[in-house]
C-alpha cells in the first residue's frame, strides 16, 4: 500500500511494466474460454492485457485502492486504429503507446528501461489494426457487391420460390463472410506478428554486422 501511495504521490502510478509472467496478470481472472493473453503491461493503478479476442482495462482510481474497473475491447467489433508510439526524452521516466479502439482513445505509459518490448507491441498493434482495417473492407465490399447482384436477381426472377431460395442462400454467404472478416480469436496472427518482427530484427543485426 505505501508503495501505491509513493507511486500516485509521484506519478508513477501510471507507469507500467511489461508483464514476462503471465500468471501474474489481473486479466486471467476475466478470460473467456478458449481466451489466452498474448501479452500485458501493468502498473500499481492499471492493467493494460491483450489476448486473443480483446483488450482487456482493469483500471483503479488510484494506486492504494482495491476496486477495480474492467473493460473489455473485443477485436471482432472494436477496430484499432490511430496508433502511435512516443519515445522517451532524456529526462522522461516512460514511454507511451497511444491508439484508439471503438473510437476509445486508450494511452499507455511503459518504462523507460523497457521502451524495445513497447515498441515492439506498438508494432504488433499497427498490425493487428491493419488487418482488422482490411477485413473491414472486404465485409464492405462483400456487402455492396451482395446488395447489386440481389437487385439484379430480383429483376430478373421475382417468382415467390426463387425469391425464397435467394434468400437462404443470401443468409449463408453473408453468415460465412462475417465469420471470415470478424474472426473471434486473433492469436495465429498475433504470434505470427511477434514471430514476423523477431525475424526482420535478426535480419537488421545481421546486416550491421555485416
Avoid at 509513493?6 to 486479466?27: E, K, P, T, W, Y
Avoid at 473485443?74 to 512516443?86: A, G, H, L, P, Q
Avoid at 504470434?191 to 530484427?201: K, Y
Wanted: charged content about 25%; proline content about 1%.
Amino acid at each position: 500500500m505505501l508503495k501505491g501511495l509513493a507511486g500516485d504521490l509521484s506519478g508513477a502510478g501510471d507507469v507500467c511494466r511489461v508483464m514476462h509472467d503471465l500468471s501474474q496478470c489481473l486479466g486471467n481472472q476475466y478470460l473467456l474460454p478458449s481466451e489466452t493473453i498474448m501479452f500485458s503491461m501493468q502498473s500499481t493503478k492499471e492493467e493494460f492485457t491483450f489476448t486473443n479476442h480483446a483488450l482487456l482495462k482493469i483500471a483503479g482510481s488510484n494506486s492504494t485502492t482495491t476496486r477495480k474497473l474492467t473493460e473489455r475491447f473485443d477485436y471482432r467489433n472494436e477496430t484499432i486504429t490511430s496508433v502511435k508510439f512516443e519515445t522517451a526524452g532524456l529526462v522522461d521516466r516512460d514511454c507511451e503507446i497511444k491508439f484508439k479502439i471503438g473510437g476509445k482513445s486508450v494511452s499507455i505509459d511503459v518504462a523507460k528501461a523497457e521502451q524495445a518490448d513497447a515498441q515492439d507491441f506498438y508494432k504488433v498493434l499497427e498490425m493487428l489494426s491493419r488487418r482488422q482495417i482490411e477485413n473491414n473492407r472486404a465485409w464492405d465490399h462483400g456487402c455492396l457487391a451482395l446488395k447489386y447482384s440481389s437487385e439484379a436477381l430480383y429483376l430478373t426472377e421475382n417468382s415467390g420460390q426463387t425469391l425464397t431460395k435467394q434468400t437462404d442462400e443470401t443468409s449463408t454467404w453473408i453468415g460465412e463472410l462475417y465469420k471470415r472478416t470478424h474472426p473471434l480469436c486473433y492469436r495465429e496472427f498475433i504470434s505470427g506478428a511477434f514471430q514476423e518482427l523477431r525475424l526482420v530484427d535478426k535480419m537488421e543485426r545481421f546486416q550491421l554486422q555485416k
